[in-house]
């Protein structure tokens, strides 16, 4: 996580400011519990309600010392709070605020992620149905296959951030447990009612059996979306990055005045927000493997997992809200070039079509294996030609073809609208 | 995937024989529907019912020489169906076959880990209710913490195996997707009524959009889940294997007759089994990245990922099927040993009652500070007494403790059953 | 590990009938330093040479019984031998058998590696010689930048595998080491001779200090550069995949008579190979982490590590090796188009000079941003005429360009002889 | 790489302020060579001496517009420089300054993370030869197996510390690479004296082929080698935390006055640095796969690979850095307690010897086979005892071996000598 990359609003829910903010109020929800069963004097709470505050530089200062972060935090409290303190955490243990505290900035950390899916889903939509017949090749293998539109290349991608969305929620759901249980879980020295009230105002559910802390499966599921939602944030920017190729040039980022691409090379145009995201894919993805370790914990609970989480949980969240703003942005300002779409569609001298072809054979009683080496001979003729010659020309020369194919029949293979009549129902289904 | 650490029920779900059976099926089914609708002749299902089969050496062998499966997975059934072969397949492409028979293994696949799960979560709760009052020694960090039970431990572990299955159906259902839409998804060579027809009979939702493929983030979800599971079950195989510890003993790994557990030292009891699936998880981890980088494929597709999935398909699923068989048997099996554990709980001298004595100071108008000091000065003279001077005993010597705490109330502190009062009403909430 | 990306030479390397024959070796090695050191009777190496055998079958049966491995290879030897083998594995332990055996196994993949690497560098340098001079634009982000060679090109992959090469050396050197120090490591019931005699009999080198096993630090150094190297071959790898990309086509996999490119589009010639490596090095990177894991073992030893290494050792080394060797094919059999690579040349309208205009402008005294300014401006208007305008006549048309720079001056500037002048010398260095 | 976590002297290496400083410093040698070439005027490395400063503020301002930070950074030196500055970067392109400076950066880190390890080699030896022959139990599975030393666990340690070095040395030489090559590497407009000379004033090497940028297996190999270092780390920090646990308790973490456990539990001493230590060398893993993703760049380069090492460069060498001198800390002020290792050595009851009964069998004629089972039955009973049994009285009653090893025999078997005696000469070795 570094400042080129890191929009503050997602900063901001790892900062201590907002860590201990959320500390402070699960005290103070512990409290008001803990008063109305008698535990503690009912007027704390009010007293907290009122003198509750914390200074973050006052304890890093603290935590120097006693090398606790609770026990620091408590102490600035108390130096704003007075002798009710004393009243504050009690029979709780510091896990009890960590890891509630954890799982309300993951949850928060999540809304904005949504959110962020909900802007790149409008993003795409509004091209995808825009350019919803926009005609253009669809390759495999980086080969020309059939022709296809660019809407529906986007619906494929709205489809998966789509997806993205519903696992990020369950997500969300699996991570918004808190527990306030006390030390090694059994809630010894805390009243269970209290879990549930600190619960039930926050938006959270009792952890089922937290062993101090919260068991990290859940933080491994949601570290693992994250990872998955990066990756398909690469696998468009690497369909960006391939439009944009010189030779193919059917797409570009948006290139502002003023901007420079190369130093050396001032003709350069590059597709350098989407190579940056392919960087920023790998690096959410590389947190995944240690939020699975971090789920073996000694016993009860180690602390190992929390230098992993003090650094994954930011980067892996301020990295993946960075990307998909900047994919929204690119995609909502990215130059589109029907003509040229329609231009390299035409490159193979219709070859492309000749699946088409086969078909029609085999429709006119040749077996598959002949239907195929007819065609294929034609076309390898043709591919080897590089452009001098055309498919159709090649198909009518050959007698074996047009004996059982003659040329108006062929003439209605070669056609785009065979491969369009379909493209409005999938995107339909797709961008509900 | 290796013979030592597989079970053949899973092995076969990847074997060329269970692919290929379900191919066939594949291409039956839409042979079904086009029949129906006209598309090739009323006759040809029936003919595929009765003759359609294929040979495994016939097939590996035309593929040596075409380089492609599908073709030859063709000819194979075409040499069982003779000339009415031609119209298997027709209008589809091989990812329709690929990748709709992919999903039905992983499905298949899945429905075993289930099942497994099942088993795994069945020895837990007969173990976690047998030793639900057995009391224990809680752990933080490998220190003694406060007392819990052991039935308590097993009852966390329960919870996590039930997340684990919730998220196992989750990820089910989001691969249980099938395509059969042709060269670059379009339908432009086959009826959506199709892909519909084959969906339904085989249990699977057609792809919202499948650009040739079925989109590798549904199965990056399904291999990271795999990870997560492989890692909780790492984590009950290191408390085992922390039990076992000759200083521990609370609990072993069976030991047969006839075991030997060192070549050179014949009084070793080891943990292996444990060990050996702290091992497996590590393997069943390591698949996940290369799922989520499959997640990326150029246009509207390459073959960068078959390599992949061919190798971490059949490895995930067989590793995670074999270690949670493994890891019920070491739970069902597991020798317990309830003695030890008490003898365990009283190795500090009754350290483990600190917080008891913390919170009751703090409740007799001592501030929180003072408390801490008070009894931390007491607890660490024992610590470092190593086991000759008793916490009791030293804070009866202390003066101004004994001035806020007399002896009945030291003793109602040093009571097991402060610690067990909730430990019902958890396990009943986990084990439900 | 399967069958379709395994070349047997490497596969066996790691089948139990190699790894049992090193073992036999080992202790046979050990029996004649004992025997020479009078520890043993004088006469049990001889029996050992003469009678000294194993059956696999057989030591599995045994294994399943005993459930330890070296027991059972001991006992197996044991029904060859006869009463002398009580001499055999004296005072060793099972670890000094299995990781000394396991480090000789890597040497041998490590060579077998080694000489794939020959192969596929001089494979490597024939093509790049003889494209030395073979003109290609050379390009960043996809986009043209300035002209290059295909030799150039091939020798940069020349240099990173020759890198590879050295990498491995020493990683081989890092993993040829041997223990035979008994128990946790301390000699106690084996002399140091017998190790110094094994080592310099096997050529390795005894390990410093032995905790009972080889530090798996060695092993993770020896997956890591392994790692490395298949993501060298990826990075080959997809440079061919882009130039076999329809619009691109500077280069193709060799397609050979009978092969089909695609069951529905007969025309299709997909750059499979080079993308099935793709998939190979995630699968051969994702073997580090693991690796690494291993690192961490409890005291003096425990046995996570070994089911990880049973399957990563053979996958690791098996897919490299096929990668290495299909990669090496691939560069030897490509069907290279210098005539498509003249024509990509030329497709920018002569942009690609754009810095050599601006450098002569500076050197005519204007400052970089104004001869930036100058060089962007036309190079925009070029650039987004998509074809239809030179260069040359852009900068012709620009008066201020005009003023600083005549005709003559920028076709000086327009020549492909300027980018190549250095060329030789880099291939003298990179290629010896 | 959070402030918790890092020490400046590292960051320091990554900031802005001397990344600027390096480029600058590249600049003005390149002047210095094209002067004397006559390339430029003789004036202007002088007036670069002079004059040439930068301003990190005024740069990021600059790169808010032009979008590219060599650019910003060349606008900023020549509001320092005037006119002259037009001659800077000559011919040059943004790799050459980048990826040279990089390269310095990461040499500058190597540098420092070797004098890390310097200092944590001298702190493991001190307390190796301190404890060269405080006897403890080696254990194996977390079992006891036989007698070692501390000293002699420490010289483990040592020399995986001391293979670190020599690991990092290689990569610090693989790294130590320069590229002024110009755009894609064929120095068409820089002269290849001016790299030659750069590289000589700075330390570096040419690169042999550089496409534009230095290759990214070079990074990848350094990234390697940290994530294998930081395993090591993770081997010692899982040592010391399994002897702090309550029941072995051989060792602990200092614990200072003032220091505060836990915020519930008073009578806390958590190891909780080595657990800290664990969490990081998770993360310095992590960074190791996204290297390798690193090395597959598109043709002669593109930029992916960029906002990788933006966080991992820092990130790794920061926290690597703070876990060297965090272990440094941990070893020199250790808590190490000869006489509980020398309780928990008797544990078993004399068990540990059992290998030491079997040798002596095996030589008195009895068949392994016989031995063992004679050794085990024995060890069984003791080991079920728990305690009440010793392992010689158990032998003493059992006539079969008694009649092979008379009582004296078997008390010169029960004699730590004989597991020491080569302690000495291993630590020679190691600690050299």
Redesign the interface.
Known sequence: ??P??TRPEMAEIFEAQNRFKIWLEIETLACEKMAELGIIPASVPKILREKGNFDVARIDEIER????D??AF??SV?EFVG?D??????????SDVIDTAFSVQLTQAADLLLKDLDLLLRALKKQALEHASTLC????????????TFG??L??H???F???KE?LK?ARE?IAVCTVS????????VN?QVEAYIAQKMGLKPE?????VI?R??H??FF??L??I???V??LA??I??L??????EAEEFF?Q???????????????LS??L??????V??????A?????????????????E???AP?ACVTLDFSLVRLTGIVENLLIYP??MKD?LE??GG??F???V??AL?QAD????DS?RM??RN??K??ES?GSLS?MDALLADGEVTEKLDKSKLQSIFDYK??????D??LK??LI
Chains 1, 2, 3, 4 share one sequence.
């Open positions: 996580m570094i080129r990359y010392e006693v090398k606790h609770v026990i408590l102490t108390a002798p303190s004393r009243y504050v955490h009690q029979g709780m243990t510091s090749i669809g390759r495999s293998h980086g080969i020309h296959a059939e022709p296809t529906m290349k619906a494929g709205y489809a998966a789509k997806r993205a696992r369950a699996d006390g030390a090694v879980g059994t809630y010894a020295t269970p089922t059996v937290a062993t101090q068991p499966d859940r491994a599921m693992a979306v990872g998955i990066a990756s398909s690469e696998n690497t369909e990055r391939h944009q190729r010189t030779e193919v040039r502002s003023g901007q420079k691409g190369s130093s050396a090379m001032p003709h350069k145009r590059n597709p350098v190579e940056n392919t960087g920023l894919a790998r690096l993805r590389s947190m995944v493997i240690p699975m370790e971090n789920v073996t914990l000694w016993h009860e609970r180690d602390i190992s997992h929390s230098s992993v003090r650094n994954i980067d003509d040229t390299n490159k193979t070859l492309i000749s699946q088409g086969m078909l085999t040749v077996s598959r294996e195929y065609v294929q076309a390898m043709v591919w590089r498919f065979n491969y369009t009549k379909h493209i129902s999938i289904r797709a």
